[in-house]
T-cell receptor, first 112, second 115 residues
Framework: KQEVTQIPAALSVPEGENLVLNCSFT??????LQWFRQDPGKGLTSLLL?????REQTSGRLNASLDKSSGRSTLYIAASQPGDSATYLC???????????FGKGTHLIIQP | NAGVMQNPRHLVRRRGQEARLRCSPM?????VYWYRQLPEEGLKFMVY????????ESGMPKERFSAEFPKEGPSILRIQQVVRGDSAAYFC?????????????FGPGTRLTVT
C-alpha cells in the first residue's frame, strides 16, 4: 500500500527566503506525482505535475524534482512571498488514471 | 473554460438524513474522482468514475455511500443516513481522457456538517 510522507509538517520563514519542501513515497512504481497548494477553506490548485520518466518541472518561482528510484520529490520555492502562505500537498498516482495518494501536507507561513 | 464545479459549497444535514453532493467536471474531461478530507487528516481517495461506469471504488465505505456519473448531468456522491463522522470536506476532481497526462484538477469542495 502506497504511503506518502511530507516533511516538515509546518514551516515559518521570513519573506524572501528560498525554501525546500520534501515528499517521500514508499512504492517507487508511480505513474506521476503532483504538487498542489490548498488555501484555508478552499480547494486544491495544481502547481506542478511530474511524469515518472521526468526528473523535474519548473513553473515561475517553483521547481519540483523527482527521484523515483529513491521515492523522493522536492518542491523548491524561490524568493518566497507572503502570498505563498498555504498548505502544500504532494500526491502520487500508481497508474495513469488511478486515484491519487496524498501526503498530509506542509503548512507554510511566510512572514512579511 | 470553467473549472470543476461542485455544489452545494456547504451542506448541513441532521443525523439520519441523506446528503447529495454534485460535481460537474471540466469541459472535455471524462474522468471524475471523489476524495474526502476529514478534519486534521489528509485527503483520501474514494472513487473513480467514467461516464456510466464505476472504475475503482476501493476507497468508498462499504455502506451508505454511493456514486454515479450518468450519461447526462453531473456526478453525484450520495451519503445515506448520515452520521457525525461523515462531517468532512468532499472534493471532486476531473482529468482528461486517456492518452494525456491525467493531471487532476480539483473543485472547491463541499463542506458537509452533520448535526
Amino acid at each position: 500500500k502506497q504511503e506518502v510522507t511530507q516533511i516538515p509538517a509546518a514551516l515559518s520563514v521570513p519573506e524572501g527566503e528560498n525554501l525546500v519542501l520534501n515528499c517521500s513515497f514508499t512504492d517507487s512504481a508511480i505513474y506521476n506525482l503532483q504538487w498542489f497548494r490548498q488555501d484555508p477553506g478552499k480547494g486544491l490548485t495544481s502547481l506542478l505535475l511530474i511524469q515518472s520518466s521526468q526528473r523535474e518541472q519548473t513553473s515561475g518561482r517553483l521547481n519540483a524534482s523527482l527521484d523515483k528510484s529513491s521515492g523522493r520529490s522536492t518542491l523548491y520555492i524561490a524568493a518566497s512571498q507572503p502570498g505563498d502562505s498555504a498548505t502544500y500537498l504532494c500526491a502520487v498516482s500508481g497508474g495513469g488514471a488511478d486515484g491519487l495518494t496524498f501526503g498530509k501536507g506542509t503548512h507554510l507561513i511566510i512572514q512579511p | 473554460n470553467a473549472g470543476v464545479m461542485q455544489n452545494p459549497r456547504h451542506l448541513v444535514r441532521r443525523r439520519g438524513q441523506e446528503a447529495r453532493l454534485r460535481c460537474s467536471p471540466m469541459k472535455g474531461h471524462s474522468h471524475v474522482y471523489w476524495y474526502r478530507q476529514l478534519p486534521e487528516e489528509g485527503l483520501k481517495f474514494m472513487v473513480y468514475l467514467q461516464k456510466e461506469n464505476i472504475i475503482d471504488e476501493s476507497g468508498m465505505p462499504k455502506e451508505r455511500f454511493s456514486a454515479e456519473f450518468p450519461k447526462e448531468g453531473p456526478s453525484i456522491l450520495r451519503i445515506q443516513q448520515v452520521v457525525r463522522g461523515d462531517s468532512a470536506a468532499y472534493f471532486c476532481a476531473s482529468s482528461p481522457p486517456s492518452g494525456q497526462q491525467y493531471e487532476q484538477y480539483f473543485g472547491p469542495g463541499t463542506r458537509l456538517t452533520v448535526t
